[in-house]
């Protein structure tokens, strides 16, 4: 018999949104979890057919609740228990940042690598320097 109601914290780590419990209660006590706009507190219950918003720097993931369950399930269940339902707004954010991220390198990740340093003598060597012009 499938429960009525499931404490959001329980669900958002049962569902693997989180990976532990104590972070999906952290999420909750710092607003980052909402239901119709209201910041949920950890102990706060959630029906069939809730959708909840989850903030996750840059983006806010919706997710739609469409089983309830109180115990942590395997990956491939997650479908069945909840739908992600994210506007494509938010998803085209989380492409841009993913595209920003692996284009810079980020300070203090020491020196460049061999491979690092022959790409960058190969783009300076082809785009700047002509060997015509150094003979003439």
Known sequence: ???????????????????????AAEACKKGKVSLNGNKLKPSRTIKLGDVIEVRKNPVSYSFKVLGLSENRMGAKLVPDFMENVTTVEQLQILEMHQLSESLNRNKGLGRPTKKDRREIESFFEDEFFDDSEETA
């Not at 018999?1 to 972070?23: C, G, H, P, Y």
């Open 1 to 23: 018999m499938q429960k009525k109601e499931v404490r959001i914290d329980k669900w958002l780590w049962a569902v693997r949104i989180f990976k532990t419990r104590s972070i």
